[in-house]
């Protein structure tokens, strides 16, 4: 089934600690996007990319670092300049045009001590 | 730029009863798009249902749909027929002006009573 994989589902890290989440499509997709979640709170852009070797920045970019390399791939690092990491990050992925609806992944809970 | 206000934190229906979730937006352009999310516990946002500005009717998706006013500048969801399965974070979207991804309102929260 087509569809978005995000791991691990948990992840946990040490202060100080980089950190990279995975997110994976195969919906053959063109745009990608990574979100960050604060508990009550609505979706915050942190990253998206619209086609390889290409991203821009969102609202929340500080502190986080992006790749794509591969269509069907785009990781997020959580870096240790991120100065408040805990949070549920959720990636997503969209047709060609960013004026479409956007599926999403089941998400990953990162917790840093 | 766009913003989309939700001012519903919370929402309680009784089980089969109807539910409608307020959304507002603020945009200059004539041509946008209004998405909803649903978002269980367990965290994965669920498309439901798009309205684009220039669509004559309403939006339907089964139990899901779309109250818009353009005029007022309002998508509210309508649920119809709640189930417990439909108590989750429900979040309104749209797209800014130009070529940018979805910004997303701050979610009601829904628990449908049995």
């Known amino acids: 089934d087509g569809g978005i994989t995000q791991s691990p589902k948990y992840l946990f890290r040490k202060e100080g600690q980089n950190v990279t989440l995975s997110c994976e499509q195969n919906?053959?997709?063109?745009?990608m996007y990574w979100y960050r979640q604060d508990p009550g709170q609505g979706l915050r852009l942190i990253y998206y990319?619209?086609?390889?070797?290409?991203?821009q920045k969102g609202d929340i970019a500080e502190g986080y670092s992006v790749s794509r390399e591969k269509k069907e791939s785009f990781p997020l690092t959580v870096t240790s300049a991120q100065k408040n990491p805990t949070a549920f990050y959720l990636c997503a992925s969209s047709p060609a045009s960013l004026r479409r609806e956007q599926y999403f992944g089941p998400g990953t809970r990162l917790t840093v001590t | 730029a766009q913003k989309i206000t939700q001012t519903q934190p919370g929402m309680f229906v009784q089980e089969k009863e109807a539910v409608t979730l307020d959304c507002t937006y603020d945009t200059s352009d004539q041509s946008y798009g209004l998405f909803w999310y649903k978002q269980p516990s367990s965290g994965e946002m669920i498309f439901l249902i798009y309205q684009g500005s220039y669509d004559e009717q309403n939006a339907t998706e089964g139990r899901y749909s779309l109250n818009f006013q353009k005029a007022r500048k309002s998508a509210n969801l309508v649920i119809s027929a709640s189930q417990l399965g439909d108590s989750a974070m429900y979040f309104c979207a749209t797209y800014p002006a130009g070529n940018t991804p979805l910004v997303f309102g701050k979610g009601t929260r829904l628990s449908v009573i049995a």
């Open positions: 990319s619209q086609i390889v070797n290409d991203f």
């Open positions: 919906l053959n997709h063109d745009a």
